[in-house]
């Protein structure tokens, strides 16, 4: 395919000190789904001293460890809130896995007590019970846009939602965003937050391909997402529902 | 003696007997497990019998350095026992501990045995203060099994309280290269033998699934001069100068030999020279500099280490070679991205491609996440043929689609079944004569491989090779 299609700029948020979960395979999927249909993926990777200067069409953040995750809300409020902010505002898209959504919300409060500020792009909050609770791990199965969407979670913080916020997707398997109220995840204008890993973005086409679209609004609203051959996405989704004990 | 002692270790034999007998399994872990449920203080009350205890723990490498560390005990006359089936919890070691006690808890010759033991990460942390070793080697600290360890941060702090409760007189074995490890080492009240490996690194960045990249004391940056994978290398913290502290056991000059070996220079406090080992891979001269360092700390005389080392065989399913008929497979066990990069790396370093199979399950021992399969650089992998297998097999086959490795997923075979996967992969193409096979394996699919080529009679079952 010919790269005669739209620019994507992709902002990848602390990949140093939010991936450890692999959530770098989502960006993998983002970059190899926009080039298959020709559109030119432009990835910018943050290092946590480095200062956004140009506007982006998706952040992208994976999950971390408390400590990290400490130091990467470092990053976010003192350096990058105003411009990844006014970018949303803007209508720009955003994905955020397990620690990089707890950090999108208002705050997280760790195991040890300590509070983390968040951006506040979803209107909610995580609480850490300590670190006596069992965590939220295993596979995950939910109810999304008359579809599904299938991964595999591991987190201790619980996240509440607020009223302004709505949930991403119905847990239909696993735990969610707090065991309790079914509900997974967050969505705010184009921002998705969700707890889950696997890497999501590849057995979740659909998913994928709708954060794309939502990238594209702005500098490319005409373009069109042609179909890609996604029988191997599909194996993979289906074997991920298999393993959460679903058809 | 507990009361129940002779109870406990009575059943437990016999479910190790009846599980070898019903062919479910060595009965490696369920005679252990029925007698330290039985009888909590049985591994502890056992071991402090001993002359002394050994520990070896670390995310990658535990059954290879407590492997060759025995070898080096053995070749110095010096009995020892140990767990060699990679069971490394407190099960393993009660499994490991059975046949050498009578019917009071009492061990025969007791005084001259040491123990030579790995742990799991978790597993020495809770036992370490109770069976208080001798030396407590610590070989690397990486992310693996999210799911069941939790996060590489904890793992370390766990570490930390251990370390802090050990006897002041212990000695602990450290790898220099690793910040996460040194961080918590250098804390022991007593003395601390630090190896490392001296090879000129391509990168002064850590890769991608590094877990350190900041300083693990301060937070503040880390400066690498070297990286020689993962984030082991040479570092130092620009802001409370912590760095990597001088070896005292040391490899230089490394050369490596594809999958059948490598060579380079060993320098200890009083020996230097060349050795020349069956085990491929920077990781695995760490383990051996590892299992030296560890001789070196316990008294263990290393005069003759360089004929053990040379002719040291790889632990079972590590490097492991299995004769099918017209086909030679070597097994590499995979489990963690650290683990399988380096496997990746070995692969490339053949001077030619190799039909490979790779083994994807999500058992408790695997990880049930697969995530990790995302920060493994399938991208280096340039094989002549590729199958994938095991019950996530569709993830992996997914995993290779983007990594552009093979140019359409059809070519896969995608084979929940290890035999059936198998019988593909070794399914010869008409004309072609003997051959290789390389199967890359997570921890049940390799045992489960192994499984299948011992029933077919090609290799030993997994208790009597690593005994």
């Known amino acids: 395919m010919t790269a005669s299609g739209p620019v994507l700029r992709i902002a990848y948020l602390y990949p140093d000190l939010m991936n450890l979960y692999a959530d770098r395979g989502n960006v993998t999927c983002l970059e190899r789904r926009c080039a298959w249909r020709g559109i030119t993926p432009e990835i910018q990777r943050l290092e946590w001293n480095d200062r956004l200067v140009e506007a982006a069409d998706l952040y992208v953040i994976g999950g971390g460890q408390d400590r990290q995750q400490q130091l990467a809300s470092q990053g976010l409020t003192t350096r990058n809130a105003d411009r990844i902010l006014s970018d949303l505002a803007d209508g720009a ?42 965590r939220c791990i295993g596979n995950v199965v939910c109810d999304w846009n008359e579809s599904r969407i299938v991964g595999f979670e591991n987190h201790g913080g619980r996240t509440y939602l607020g009223p302004d916020a709505t949930p991403l997707a119905q847990v239909v398997r696993g735990h969610g965003n707090n065991a309790e109220d079914g509900t997974e995840g967050a969505v705010a204008g184009n921002a998705i937050g969700t707890y889950l890993h696997g890497s999501v973005l590849p057995k979740n086409p659909h998913l994928a391909d709708h954060i794309i679209k939502a990238a594209l609004v702005r500098s490319a609203p005409e373009f069109e997402l042609g179909p890609l051959d996604d029988s191997a996405e599909w194996a993979a989704h289906r074997g991920a529902l298999r393993a959460a004990g679903l058809r | 003696m507990p009361i129940r002692r002779p109870a406990a270790a009575l059943a437990g034999r016999t479910a190790g007997w009846l599980s070898r007998l019903t ?70 070691l009660a499994a490991a501990l059975l046949p050498h006690v009578n019917w009071i808890g009492k061990v025969r010759h007791a005084t001259h045995l040491r123990a030579i033991l790995e742990l799991d990460e978790w597993a020495f942390a809770s036992l370490a203060p109770t069976i208080r070793p001798r030396v407590a080697v610590f070989l690397n600290l990486f992310r693996d099994q999210l799911d069941r360890y939790g996060e590489v941060d904890r793992t370390a702090a766990a570490w930390q ?283 049940t699919a390799m045992l489960d491989l192994r499984a299948v080529c011992t029933r077919r009679g090609w290799v030993d079952p997994y208790w009597r090779a690593a005994a």
Request: aromatic share 6%.
């Open chain 2, 161 to 443: 309280e251990a370390i802090d409760r050990l006897d002041p007189d212990a000695t602990v074995v450290a790898n220099a290269d690793d910040p996460a490890v040194v961080a918590v080492a250098r804390n022991h009240r007593g003395p601390v033998l630090y190896f490392g490996a001296d090879v000129t690194g391509s990168s002064t960045t850590p890769d991608a699934w590094a877990d350190v990249r900041r300083c693990p004391l301060c937070d503040g940056r880390l400066d690498w001069n070297r990286v020689v994978y993962a984030h082991l290398g040479s570092y130092r913290c620009l802001s409370c100068h912590f760095h990597r502290p001088k070896p005292d056991v040391r490899i230089t000059d490394f050369q490596p030999g594809g999958l059948t070996g490598s060579s380079y220079r060993l320098i200890t406090p009083d020996s230097d020279g060349y050795i020349q080992v069956k085990l491929p891979g920077l990781y695995n001269a760490y383990n051996l500099a590892a299992a030296v360092a560890g001789a070196q700390a316990a008294g263990i005389p290393t005069a003759d280490a360089k004929d053990t080392l040379e002719t040291f065989q790889p632990a079972f399913g590590r490097a492991e070679t299995i004769q099918a008929p017209g086909t030679t497979i070597t097994l590499l066990l995979v489990k963690n991205p650290t683990g399988a990069n380096q496997t990746l790396d070995l692969l490339r370093s053949e001077p030619e491609p190799l039909d490979t199979l790779v083994l994807l399950n999500d058992g408790v021992a695997d990880g049930e996440d697969v995530s990790w399969i995302w920060d493994v650089e399938f991208e280096r992998l340039a094989p002549r043929r590729l199958l994938v297998g095991g019950r996530r097999a569709e993830d992996l086959a997914l995993r290779l689609k983007y990594a552009d490795v093979v140019p359409t997923v059809d070519q896969l075979l995608v084979c929940p079944g290890i035999g059936p996967a198998l019988d593909a992969a070794l399914a010869s193409e008409p004309g072609s004569q003997s051959r290789r096979l390389i199967v890359l394996a997570t921890y």
């Open chain 2, 23 to 92: 062919r479910r399994g060595g009965g490696t872990a369920v005679s252990g497990l029925v007698t330290s449920a039985l009888d909590p203080t049985f591994v502890p009350d056992t071991l402090r019998q001993l002359h002394s205890t050994i520990t070896i723990t670390g995310t990658n490498g535990k059954t290879t350095t407590t492997a060759a560390l025995c070898a080096l005990a053995r070749a110095a006359g010096q009995p020892v026992l140990t767990n060699p089936t990679g069971s490394n919890l407190e099960r393993g």
């Open chain 1, 93 to 134: 898209a955003m994905l955020a896995v397990c620690g990089g959504y707890q950090l999108m919300a208002h705050r997280y409060r760790a195991a040890d007590g300590s509070e983390v500020q968040g951006l506040g792009v979803f209107d909610a909050e995580t609480i850490h019970p300590g670190s006596h609770v069992p």
